[in-house]
């Protein structure tokens, strides 16, 4: 079994994809290395560092929204 199913509509609508359960453990895996990498990433940041990166990608976020 793969890491994601193509399922069709039961109604005749538009076929859509899922994760199978293969594809969300390795989701969840890649999710959890994220937080280790940013952990990592952040751990020797002092609070006004830490607060001024959060200022700036949620400037980013919002940016990234609006195109």
Do not use: Y
Not at 39 to 55: V, W, Y
């Amino acid at each position: 079994m793969g890491l994601a199913g193509i399922h069709a509509d039961p109604e005749g609508g538009l076929s859509f994809v899922s994760l199978t359960p293969r594809g969300k453990a390795a989701l969840a895996d890649l999710e959890a290395g994220t937080i280790r990498d940013l952990a990592r990433l952040t751990d020797k940041l002092g609070d006004e560092e830490a607060l001024a990166l959060s200022d700036a990608l949620k400037r980013v976020t919002r940016l990234l929204e609006k195109s």
